[in-house]
């Protein structure tokens, strides 16, 4: 890629030995994207205050940026997260090899490939409308127990995202059951989540699985929804 390709690709006007653009990372009226070369490398500076990096990904998302690791990585599953009327707020996307990156509908129809400004629980029209749900750590977890009949849940971001407290407003009241994926990360994502809960959960009970990294893995290797109410309820169960 060079400058004055994508400068073409983003109709930008010459301004000296730079080009100015509307940016691609965010809703942009006024050209605000500097674009110009230096010792082989293109270098953007959004005046608005998207980063380089942002505004790569945002190219990337209209097919003007390619590399030799972009085109090796390839889209296999899409998140949809909504707000409680079911509207799209934004997408957590899984590439191949294993990567996740976030979006959110753009003006035009395209993907601002950027954090959206309001994040919400994974499922959550389904979060509110239920008495239990349980708290898993990605959203492929969240798809499986949807499968075997659970309502669940998780946030945006893996192990290490911050838990915020319209997450917990969202599970105040109902009985959450909190399924940590079997790894450091993943036990001390919950205790953070438990706290954040105690005392405003309805019930609150740390389920860990001991057969599997995750519960997908769990049910993978042949364990039943009626072997998991029972490890809820306390009990066990001839498998």
């Known amino acids: 890629m060079n400058a004055d390709s994508i400068a073409r690709a983003l109709e930008a006007r010459r301004s000296g030995s730079s080009w100015m653009a509307k940016c691609p990372a965010h809703e942009d009226h006024n050209p605000s994207l500097s674009i110009r070369e230096a010792a082989g490398k293109v270098l953007f500076h959004c005046h608005a205050g998207c980063s380089q990096r ?13 590399t030799s690791r972009t ?4 889209i296999v599953a899409t998140y949809d997260y909504t707000d409680e009327r079911g509207k ?15 979006r959110r509908p753009g003006v035009r129809g395209d993907w601002i490939w950027r954090k959206g400004p309001r994040q919400v629980l994974y499922r959550l029209p389904e ?3 239920a008495a239990i749900v349980f708290v898993v750590e990605g959203e492929r977890d969240v798809e499986t127990l949807r499968s075997h009949g659970f309502v669940a849940t998780t946030n945006a971001g893996g192990a290490k995202a911050p838990w915020l407290s319209s997450f917990t407003e969202s599970l105040r009241g109902r009985e ?3 399924i940590p994926d079997n790894d450091p990360p993943g036990r001390a994502r919950v205790l ?37 109410i029972a ?3 306390g009990q066990e169960v001839n498998q």
């Open 88 to 102: 799209l707020l934004y997408q957590i996307v899984r590439f191949e090899p294993k990567h996740f990156k976030q």
């Open 176 to 178: 959450v059951i909190l």
């Open 71 to 74: 085109a090796q990585r390839r």
């Open 54 to 66: 942002e505004v790569i990904e945002a190219l990337k998302s209209r097919g003007l940026w390619k």
């Open 127 to 129: 979060v509110l409308e």
């Open 231 to 233: 490890q809820v309820e």
């Open 192 to 228: 953070m989540i438990a706290r954040a809960l105690l005392g405003k959960a309805g019930r609150l009970v740390i389920l860990e699985l001991e057969d599997g990294k995750d519960v997908t893995e769990w049910f993978a290797r042949g364990h039943s929804e009626t072997a998991l």
